[in-house]
Every structure is written in C-alpha cells, then in structure tokens.
C-alpha cells in the first residue's frame, strides 16, 4: 500500500502547471532490476500497442484529463511489470491484462465513470460530413453503452472489439472460455437493447 508524504505548506499554496505526460525515454527505473536487458523495450510497446491502451483507458474514463491520466497510469504499469512477461501468453494479451487490472484500480479509487468518446484514429477520409457523423455519433453511443455495461461485460467487450478470441479474453482476464462466452452473449443483448431504444 502507498503511502502519501504531507505536502509541504510552501507548495500546498504554490499553484502548479498542469501534468504533461512523460515520454517512455523519460521513465528512469528507480530500481536496477527492473531494468531487464530481456524484456520488451516499453517504447516498442508503446508503438505497438498504445492505440489499443488508450482505447482501454477511453473506455473507463471519458473526461479527456482523466482519460490521459488513466493512460498514463496504464503505460507506467506496464512498464513496471514488462520485466515479468513469460511470454507464455501473448504481449498483447499481457499488456491488455495489465492495462485493465490498472483500470479497475483507477475505477476503485476514482469511484465513478463518465461518457463521451474515444480517440477517433481511425476515421474513413471518403466519408462524406454527414456519414462522418453519423459514423461518429454511433460509436458515441456504444461507448455510452459500453460504460454503462457491469464490469465484467464491459472488460470483455472492450477486449473483444480489440480483435481478442474468446480464448485470449479469457487468458487475459483469467477467466474460462465458456465465461467469456457468457458475458459477451449478456452484454451483446444489453447493447443491442440499449441502442436499438436509442434509434
């Protein structure tokens, strides 16, 4: 458990800038261990997997402030836990699987979800203005609904628009395949019930 040192009276009135993000080749590790010459190099990672990372982090946090600091949280964490990756699943499944143990800690802690929209990387460039928003407006509300499933649904329906099997959902979120096939089919129904009412 971490614990908060008080801060000083000099800086509690000192008005701070706002946080930036830190960039992979800023993170120093305090501890040499972590350090591991066989481990991923979390840049790669970054590159790799960042796009799915933030579309986790977009769907428990809609605030745009909160969202990058989710995604922030999520990125140091796995940075910190690269150095016990296997390889026996997937660095896919293993960054998922931390990303959302990060995010269901930041649920915990913030106790509360927002709706609004993920990052848009991949908008159609032929889409006239109208399908774009049109387009647009239908991936609002299945985030919406997305946000509003139980946890449980909502983590395999986050992994399963990811690309994710049922088998890959089930290792990430160590859960049976039979499992994951339950909670997709009950989400499905409550998205499809949702959004058909929203029509």
Do not use: C
Request: aromatic letters at 2%; glycine letters at 4%; charged letters at 30%.
């Amino acid at each position: 458990m971490e614990t908060t040192r008080p801060m000083p009276t000099a800086l509690a009135s000192t008005r701070l800038p706002p946080p930036r993000l830190v960039r992979p080749d800023e993170i120093v590790p305090s501890d040499p261990s972590l350090a591991g010459a066989a481990s991923p190099r979390i840049e790669d990672v970054l590159i790799e997997h960042g796009p799915m990372l933030a579309r986790i982090a977009g769907s428990y946090e809609s605030e745009p402030a909160r969202r990058d600091d989710l995604l922030q949280e999520i990125s140091v964490a796995v940075w910190r836990a690269l150095p016990t990756w296997r390889a026996d699943a997937s660095l896919r499944t293993f960054a998922a699987r931390v990303a959302h143990n990060r995010a269901i800690d930041h649920l915990v802690r913030e106790k509360r979800a927002r709706g609004d929209e993920l990052h848009e990387d991949h908008v159609d460039p032929d889409a006239n203005p109208v399908q774009h928003a049109v387009a647009h407006q239908r991936r609002k509300d299945l985030l919406a609904a997305v946000r509003d499933l139980p946890l449980g649904q909502r983590q395999v329906v986050v992994l399963a628009l990811e690309g994710f099997s049922q088998r890959e959902i089930g290792d990430t979120l160590n859960l049976e395949e039979n499992t994951v096939a339950q909670r997709l089919s009950r989400a499905r129904r409550q998205l499809q019930s949702v959004l058909a009412g929203e029509a």
